[in-house]
């Protein structure tokens, strides 16, 4: 967290996943303008600006979808869950390649017109009636922009000033400017492209960002019902305080869908909700480390007792009122307002 939007100090950690993806980026780079001169048809042209547009174009296409693979990939397992510490920096590296091809590209096919490059890229071609010569470029340019809104927000001051749901609503365009980046690059593929390959690729790539989505969201709601929790005397049951591991938590669902952590620390219980109030991530399947609920997804840290960042931090979160009967742990499905001090369960016999 960055407490005063002040600039955070890069941590080995975060150094060292920025100089593999850069290093990764130019790899992926230098591997597609080598195999673009090799397999270039013979009798054609070929221009090095045009093979620097295709690789900035196609890396950043690429990069994109590594990007929107992180996020259910470490729903399935925690091994990915590393990635989404620094997913932003992706993003933004995502934004700069999608720039430099966006300028490229207007500098090699528009820089020469007596008119505006902007008007020349919007009035040149309004053919939007066919799909062979349907100006593709349109889309290209609706995607750069919610790149730009995303990575000019991707700091932590934005998120704050424009509130957490509004953020994720922002941020949620991705989808929208993937959806248009497919069809920038088929739309294109249709028209300048005799092979197929390149076609194939961004099919491929499409069909498994979705089949990824919907694989996780089917576990989700299966999950959600296997977890649906049994009430008794109005009070929710969560099993027993055996099986929820020691500085871990179990996640329950409540009637309505709301999701509550359930921790397990140094022989008491806590429950509180499952919400980051960062980026909404799902506190439930962090941990307990320092003795703070520790999200998954950027670290953000709350005290497991009362809901409340340690100083100076302010953000709050729901508390839930919770007890241990026979080893059994209940919850109270009636959230406390964010920050209120709960008194933490006993485990009996449990070595504090």
Not at 79 to 99: D, E
Not at 308 to 319: D, G, H, Q, V
Request: one cysteine or more; aromatic letters at 12%.
């Amino acid at each position: 967290m960055a407490h005063g939007y002040q600039v955070v100090t890069w941590t080995p950690f975060k150094k060292a996943y920025d100089v593999v993806m850069l290093i990764a980026v130019g790899v992926f780079m230098t591997i597609f303008i080598v195999g673009g001169y090799m397999t270039w048809p013979d009798g054609e042209t070929l221009h090095p600006v045009q093979l620097a547009l295709r690789a900035l174009g196609f890396t950043a296409f690429t990069l994109l979808h590594v990007v929107l693979a992180i996020g259910p990939l470490s729903r399935m397992s925690p091994r990915f869950k590393p990635l989404l510490y620094n997913r932003r920096h992706m993003g933004v590296t995502t934004f700069l390649l999608a720039f430099a091809h966006a300028v490229l590209a207007l500098l090699w096919y528009h820089g020469f017109s007596e008119m505006n490059v902007f008007v020349s890229l919007f009035a040149s071609n309004p053919n939007y009636g066919s799909i062979q010569g349907f100006p593709f470029e349109s889309l290209g340019f609706v995607a750069l922009v919610i790149l730009f809104l995303m990575a000019a927000t991707s700091h932590d001051f934005w998120n704050a000033n424009l509130g957490p749901g509004f953020w994720k609503a922002l941020h949620m365009l991705v989808y929208v400017a993937y959806a248009a980046l497919v069809a920038h690059v088929m739309l294109g593929l249709a028209q300048n492209e005799k092979s197929p390959l390149y076609a194939y690729a961004v099919g491929g790539g499409a069909v498994f960002l979705v089949a990824l989505h919907l694989i996780t969201g089917v576990r989700e709601c299966v999950r959600d019902r296997a977890l649906g929790a049994a009430a008794h005397d109005g009070w929710i049951d969560v099993g027993s305080a055996a099986d929820i591991p020691d500085g871990r938590a179990v996640i329950v669902v409540l009637k309505g869908g709301e999701r509550v952590a359930v921790f397990r620390y140094d022989g008491k219980v806590s429950a509180v909700s499952n919400v980051c109030r960062h980026q909404a991530g799902p506190l439930g399947e962090g941990c307990i480390k320092d003795g703070l609920v520790t999200c998954p997804w950027h670290g953000f840290q709350y005290r497991p007792d009362d809901g409340r960042s340690p100083p100076p931090f302010t953000e709050r979160i729901p508390t839930y009122n919770v007890k241990v009967d026979n080893g059994v742990v209940f919850i109270d499905p009636v959230a406390n307002p964010a920050g209120t001090p709960v008194e933490p369960a006993v485990v009996a016999g449990a070595a504090a």
